[in-house]
């Protein structure tokens, strides 16, 4: 980049006055305003040359500076300029390189005088030269949506770089977030520096110096002496200016492990930071914030999604239906319906400002959601101890069984979808009609509309969340097993502190739990852990409330909070060996069952593969004689019921009957 601006300084460097679209393109917001143009790139406004010029400051800003100095690896280049618009020294940048591969190219052909080349060979060397020549993509700025600076991105020798001009202090309207012509193209360093989102971020390493600028003369002491987020100037202002900044804040002391200033922490509890969020920030930028919370290196989201909560940002960055304007309906809640924690929701009909009641109903709304998102950090609490368990098993099953390693436990917790279906797992229960009327989970909403994620995502959430409540009730189930046997030992050995260690369980019905996992399929394990939170935190708030008037509440002092999950997950891989159960091929196929059994194509055919299943989960080493043989009973069973007139319904009941006194029947056998 020096070459280059040294180059074009001299005058020795000439920019293409109209390139070709195969070298700079438009993104975003000039692709759309400017798709119908003709294919020459100066009808383009932002493809003016660049001016002529004595020196072009280049600086780095931001992330990799600070990264540098803290030691860390960096792919994120930025670089800003003080007397032109980014794309156009990345138009200078582009007309050096491909001078320089234009001498290169020459040179090499000099030195192959002489030298036969074949056809091919030619293309092919051609074809090199072509991809190797740089070229620019363009995105324009959307003050509505934050986005304040046109940016031209260009990747130099496999590093992808940003360049744009040093900002100035813009000049709005009343009203409005698009600058007026009183503000002025490019800015100072110290302007720039100023409108940055954190002082650790204001930093520039001065490309034709060798210098680091610490312009707010606070940028290098709050990264490396006091490690604080901080905001150059006063927080209101810097998020009004960009309010998305409020979840940066958050994303860079989880991932820095750093303080962050209490004038951050008021105004990100403002109501108008919230408001700003909703109407002025993308959701698909909320969501790739998030994301960065979540995963990746030095990521804990426990930790992130916390704060999320105790700044009151959860309600804005998990949103609920009504929250945007293209709801139709700005107040959160107005077509949601259901329970929270148990509570009907009473944000149904909040009618015109007016009405005494809807405005109750809005505030007592208002309350649940609170609640709500309170309970979302009492369970996020509970995580840390629960993978600790679970790790700590899964790392005992390896030990223990000869011949077993890590790959032959494939179902493992995803800890993403794990921490998001906890957090939002106490608005399970609530619903909403969508476009087209269909009743739609505001736990979807929040996944798919407010944070824009992956269909993947919402899939994984809405599987684990629907079977919530059934592994709930196995959990609990299997508690009461657990206090019992701790009471029979006490009663045995006379002891005062059992040990959990011999701790007998049943291994609980395998078809039920081999439904239910085929049900979930590679979720299974971060249902449970899930599932385990919910039910530990059941017995907390029963104990909160007054009302732990059963065995399995009275008992938890003696029985770890943890222990049903891991005895359970040690009993779906040990006893039932049940880890997979979904991908186990059927011993017949559609077709196959449909000549086994004289079946007619249709629905019926259905009904026979579920009993298929059943019966296998029950019988894991029965052959396929066996199943044909059973298949064959239940089709006589049901043509008795036929002929008697009874309906498919009471079939469908007599046989979950019998498979349940066949459950009993196996493990009474055990």
């Not at 975003?28 to 932002?46: C, I, L, M, V, Y």
């Not at 060397?125 to 363009?138: A, N, T």
């Not at 922490?265 to 959701?283: E, G, I, P, Y």
């Amino acid at each position: 980049m020096i070459h280059a601006a040294q180059a074009y300084e001299r005058g020795e460097l000439t920019v293409d006055p109209d390139p070709p679209r195969t070298s700079v393109s438009a993104r975003g917001g000039f692709a759309k305003q400017h798709n119908n143009d003709n294919d020459s790139a100066t009808s383009e406004p932002w493809m003016n040359p660049p001016p002529r010029v004595n020196h072009i400051g280049i600086r780095v800003a931001g992330g990799w500076v600070r990264d540098k100095l803290l030691n860390q690896h960096s792919s994120d280049v930025d670089v800003a300029l003080d007397c032109m618009m980014g794309v156009q020294f990345a138009r200078i940048v582009q007309s050096y390189m491909n001078s320089v591969q234009h001498q290169q190219r020459q040179q090499n052909h000099d030195d192959s005088m002489g030298m036969t080349r074949s056809t091919d060979q030619q293309q092919q060397q051609q074809q090199q030269q072509q991809r190797k020549q740089p070229k620019i993509g363009v995105i324009g700025a959307n003050p509505n949506q934050s986005k304040h600076l046109e940016t031209a991105t260009m990747n130099i020798h496999g590093i992808d770089v940003d360049f744009v001009n040093l900002r100035a202090e813009e000049v709005y309207e009343p009203n409005s977030r698009i600058p007026t012509i009183q503000t002025r193209n490019f800015g100072s360093p110290l302007e720039d520096a100023l409108r940055r989102d954190f002082t650790i971020n204001s930093l520039f390493y001065n490309i034709r110096t060798n210098e680091v600028e610490d312009w707010t003369c606070r940028g290098i002491d709050d990264l490396l002496t006091y490690k604080r987020i901080v905001t150059p100037v006063d927080a209101h202002t810097t998020f009004h200016d960009d309010p998305l900044r409020v979840l940066r804040a958050i994303r860079f002391s989880v991932r820095l492990n750093f303080d962050v200033d209490d004038n951050i922490r008021r105004a990100a509890m403002s109501t108008r930071v919230h408001h700003s969020l909703h109407a002025k920030v993308s959701r698909e930028r909320v969501g790739k914030e998030l994301e960065g919370m979540l995963s990746g290196k030095l990521a804990r989201p426990g930790y992130a999604l916390e704060m999320i909560a105790d700044l009151h940002l959860a309600g804005s960055v998990f949103c609920f239906p009504g929250s945007f304007p293209s709801d139709g309906d700005v107040l959160a809640g107005g077509a949601v319906t259901g329970r929270i924690l148990g509570v009907e929701y009473h944000g149904r009909c909040l009618g015109n400002d007016g009405d005494v009641k809807a405005k109750d109903d809005y505030e007592l709304a208002a309350r649940q959601r609170k609640m709500g998102w309170d309970e979302s950090r009492s369970l996020l609490a509970l995580l840390p101890g629960i993978l600790e368990g679970y790790y700590r098993t899964r790392n005992s099953i390896i030990e223990s069984s000869s011949g077993v390693d890590a790959s032959m436990l494939p179902s493992t917790v995803d800890e993403r979808l794990l921490y998001l279906c906890v957090f939002i797992m106490p608005f399970r229960n609530l619903g909403y009609p969508d476009a087209k009327g269909r009743e739609a989970s505001v736990t979807s909403h929040m996944i798919k509309e407010s944070l824009k994620f992956a269909s993947r995502d919402i899939q994984g959430v809405s599987t684990i969340l629907n079977q919530i409540d059934d592994m709930v009730a196995l959990l609990s189930e299997i508690r009461i097993a657990l206090v019992a046997s701790l009471a029979c030992q006490q009663e045995q050995g006379h002891q005062e502190t059992p040990s959990t260690n011999n701790m007998e369980l049943t291994p609980p019905c395998r078809l039920r739990t081999g439904l239910l996992l085929r049900s979930l399929k590679q979720h299974w394990v971060t249902c449970l852990l899930a599932s385990a939170a919910w039910e530990i935190r059941s017995i907390q708030r029963q104990h909160e409330n007054g009302s732990n008037t059963d065995n399995t509440t009275t008992s938890t002092t003696t029985t770890p909070s943890t222990m049903p999950c891991l005895k359970f997950y040690q009993s779906i891989i040990q006893d039932l060996s049940l880890d997979e159960c979904w991908q186990v091929r059927p011993h017949l196929n559609g077709k196959e069952i449909i000549s086994e059994l004289e079946l007619p194509r249709g629905p019926t055919v259905g009904v026979y593969i579920e009993d298929q299943v059943q019966w296998m989960l029950l019988n894991p080493n029965g052959t396929r004689e066996e199943c044909v043989a059973h298949l064959h009973e239940r089709k006589r069973a049901r043509g008795e019921k036929v002929e008697s007139k009874s309906s498919m319904s009471e079939s469908a009941v007599d046989m979950e009957d019998d498979n349940k006194r066949q459950c009993v029947a196996v493990h009474g056998r055990k």
